[in-house]
């Protein structure tokens, strides 16, 4: 699971089918959301917003929708500096609106829409680490993908932070993200190098696995989770969901 280049807000055009998403801040306090997708297949709202307790948005997305990624940011300020350290978790280059990928870790709502084989793919993905709880539920009864759980007060130690103004950790790493083994691009915690395919990247090779999973088990919480049967979940496209994202739920 790596990060995509954020899009530029364009809409798509008018007549083309669209499926509904609905982003909504239960926590309480404030959040800055934002989305990033392939650039053939753009929802028609900006890519970042402020997000205050308890306000939902919601925005149209294409029907084809693929690779869509939301996520949010915490503690943020972009009046003196618009780069990746403008928000104390999950920020990016750009400012509100992100111009480059984020920075670990955050916890990722991700959808591709209408494949072939005529289905909705979505799930709740802990391969980048966690800054949030958050679930997506559907309007077609479909599986609830989630990770409603607060990560942080037991975080492991080696994947702690970063750290808030109090000190206080507001995040905790994957342990590819904390580099635990020294060599991301030979990594079994990463799934890289001779680590590459499912039978080389067992879950059992990944630091801290149990952690995230065992707290998220509708989560995808290692790059080759699906093996889990509980990572990625499908909805038949028929049913034309329409999905809403709820951090804190």
């Known amino acids: 699971m790596k990060w995509f280049v954020v899009l530029s807000s364009f809409g798509f055009l008018s007549g083309t089918?669209?499926?509904?998403?609905?982003?909504?801040?239960?926590?309480?306090f404030t959040i800055w959301s934002l989305y990033t997708g392939d650039k053939n297949t753009v929802p028609n709202y900006q890519t970042g917003w402020t997000a205050a307790p308890l306000t939902s948005v919601t925005f149209d997305v294409p029907e084809n929708w693929n690779?869509?990624?939301i996520w949010a940011r915490r503690n943020c300020d972009f009046s003196s500096d618009s780069g990746p350290n403008s928000c104390v978790d999950g920020g990016c280059v750009?400012?509100?609106q992100c111009t480059l990928p984020g920075v670990l870790p955050a916890t990722l709502a991700e959808f591709t829409l209408s494949t072939s084989d005529g289905n909705d793919y979505y799930d709740v993905s802990l391969v980048d680490g966690y800054?949030?709880?958050?679930?997506?539920t559907n309007t077609a009864g479909c599986h609830i993908a989630n990770c409603p759980v607060d990560l942080d007060p037991n975080c492991p130690?080696?994947?702690r932070g970063p750290n808030d103004s109090n000190g206080s950790s507001v995040g905790c790493k994957s342990a590819c993200g904390a580099n635990l083994d020294g060599n991301p691009t030979?990594?079994?915690n990463c799934c890289t190098g001779s680590h590459s395919t499912p039978a080389t990247c067992p879950?059992?090779?990944v630091a801290y696995y149990s952690y995230f999973k065992g707290n998220c088990p509708n989560s995808y919480a290692f790059a080759y989770d699906e093996s889990s049967g509980s990572a990625l979940w499908t909805c038949p496209s028929s049913k034309a969901a329409g999905y809403?994202?709820?951090f804190c739920p």
């Open 157 to 159: 130690g080696p994947l």
């Open 67 to 69: 690779a869509g990624r």
């Open 186 to 188: 030979n990594s079994a």
């Open 94 to 96: 750009g400012g509100l």
């Open 17 to 28: 089918v669209a499926r509904s998403i609905t982003v909504y801040n239960h926590c309480p």
């Open 131 to 136: 800054n949030l709880p958050v679930s997506i």
């Open 244 to 246: 809403t994202i709820t």
């Open 203 to 205: 879950s059992s090779g």
